[in-house]
């Protein structure tokens, strides 16, 4: 198409589809354009040749129907916190799906519908007014939609199981922008697939979420070492964990030449507190917190104070098991003595529980015998330490990478098809394939940790 009959065609279309929508079409220039392809990782500036901010289901199918017209790559932006922010896309179309951000809660049914552009906090927010709760993830600006559909690990995840394990049903938006409900009964294999398959099928536009009955308290131990005394600490808190109950959750954290270690509660602290005489025979720490805190206190504790304005990168693995070989490595993070410059914060935090009761086959998201989730990251404003924050990242996870069996795909940055690979276990990506041949042959959602269809499938197409 020429460059002309490309300008004419793009006008006509813009025109049609933003009289049809309810929600808003940008285009470069308007106002508000700069806002919606804003996303977390600021290193992320990619200009979208359309932004459609969907105010309904109807308008993200228009919106699909539309990009695959134009022939533009589709980006579907829920929280914005994928790493790599492939929600932008760049000279494409941008789903945008923040206007789209209500939740309904039943309490009596004990039920919560949520609309695919809306964040964690919105969810806990309407549920923690009945004392109900689900798994939600650590900071509640993150989009609902993106999480649940990697898998979504949380709080709550050991005594309830991931997020995606508590979705009773989904709405999605196909590549053919038809409107189709996912649930154990009706498409079971889209139900199967969505369940930790990631973006890759279509735009999930509402989900259906079991709740709990958690209450409204939680509590949170945190006893901080100095680096050479983590060694024995990590192993006696390794050991701890494995016979701690399903309302713990253990972390440990390396930064700044000091290791912290300790355990969330989610529930009535006063079972939680029997575990302190425990911690606090671990030795002799620097400083030490035990705080009972509201759950709504607990979901932002880990919100990042300085928004959108951090350049960010991360690497991730699942560890099956953390032998003293592996507490070494995590402690050292790639250097000879842990300590050095722009070293990136490690992270460890506990599974098992209800996300191992569930088979590896039993949803898209496998690696259900993780013992430990390991991650490094970091945040940093120059741009110019781009190449070296990065590689010190890569280095300090590599360290890990001899413990590891596979990794959270949400976790997935610049891994491609190699992290992939690693992110769907055994037969789960052969299935996986199967469920992209029949919903999105043509690889229309392509813009995320892609599962590409079969060759056959791919010779097929997929009409508009």
Known sequence: MSNSMNTTTMARTVERARSRLDGQLLLPGDTGYDDARTVWNAMVDRRPRLIVRCASTGDVALAVLTARELGLEIGVRCGGHGITGMAVPDGGLMIDLTP???????????????QGG?????????????????????????????????????????????????????????????????SQDENPDLYWGLRGGGGNFGVVTTFEFRLHPVGTRALVAEYTFPLD???????????????????????????????????????????????????????HPLAQQVSELPYLELQQRDDTA???????????????????????AFVLRGTADGRGDDLPEASLQAYGGAIAEVADTGTAFGHRGTMFEYSAATSWTDATQDETRIAV???????????????YVNALSDEGNDGVRRAYPGD?????????????????????????????AAGRGCPV
């Open 100 to 114: 789209m951000g209500g939740v309904r809660v039943d309490p009596a049914r004990r039920r919560a519908w949520v």
């Open 118 to 182: 809306a964040l964690l906090g919105a969810l806990d927010r309407a549920s923690q007014r009945y004392g109900l709760a689900t798994t939600a993830g650590n900071v509640s600006h993150t989009g609902a939609g993106g999480l649940t559909l990697g898998g979504g690990m949380g709080w709550l995840a050991r005594q309830y199981g991931l997020a995606c394990d508590n979705v009773i049903s989904f709405e999605m938006v196909t590549a053919q922008g038809s409107i189709v409900t996912a």
């Open 229 to 283: 005394q983590a060694l024995p600490v990590l192993r006696t808190w390794r050991d701890l964990h494995a016979g701690a109950p399903r309302q713990a959750t253990f972390t440990a954290l390396a930064s700044d030449g000091m290791v912290t270690v300790g355990f969330v509660w989610v529930g009535d602290p006063a079972p939680g507190l029997r575990l302190i005489p425990a911690m606090r025979a671990l030795g």
């Open 306 to 328: 300085r928004g959108h304005a951090m350049r960010c990168y991360w690497k991730g693995h699942y560890l099956p098991g953390l032998p003293d070989e592996a507490i070494e």
């Open 393 to 407: 990242t890569r280095r300090c996870a590599a360290g890990l990478g001899p413990y590891a069996s596979g990794v």
């Open 428 to 456: 789960n990506l052969s299935r996986l394939t199967l469920v992209k041949d029949a919903y999105d042959p043509g690889n229309v959602f392509h813009l995320n940790h892609n599962i590409a269809p079969s060759e056959a």
